[in-house]
Nanobody, 117 residues
Framework: QVQLVESGGGLVQAGGSLRLSCAAS????????MGWYRQAPGKQRVRVAT???????YYTDSVKGRFTISRDNAKNTVYLQMNSLKPEDTADYYC???????????WGQGTQVTVAS
């Protein structure tokens, strides 16, 4: 089992910045990709950014150039630096970790990000 604990959400004005953190604990040895998904009210959860153990990032088009994902493998922690935030970035953000041995996704409890216009 893997436990994910997120932090860093909150309320920010448009154009502002926030940094999300997600620390993994438990059976972390089989984790490959880690990353962030978000779910806006009434919408499906979608992938925002992920990063492999080797550091290769993926970004959805709407956040490219504004968000940066990074990872500290020694601390089993993934970060999401969000700059130039827009009201459409408002959502609950969920940390995700993928166990490549058991082919299982783990999720954090979610952290709310609200961007005021």
């Amino acid at each position: 089992q893997v436990q994910l604990v997120e932090s860093g959400g909150g309320l920010v004005q448009a154009g502002g910045s926030l940094r999300l953190s997600c620390a993994a604990s438990g059976s972390t040895g089989n984790i490959n990709a880690m990353g962030w998904y978000r779910q806006a009210p009434g919408k499906q959860r979608v992938r925002v950014a992920t990063i492999s153990t080797g550091g290769r990032p993926y970004y959805t088009d709407s956040v490219k150039g504004r968000f940066t994902i990074s990872r500290d493998n020694a601390k089993n922690t993934v970060y999401l630096q969000m700059n130039s935030l827009k009201p459409e970035d408002t959502a609950d953000y969920y940390c995700n970790a993928y166990d490549v041995v058991h082919l299982e996704d783990y999720w954090g409890q979610g952290t709310q990000v609200t961007v005021a216009s």
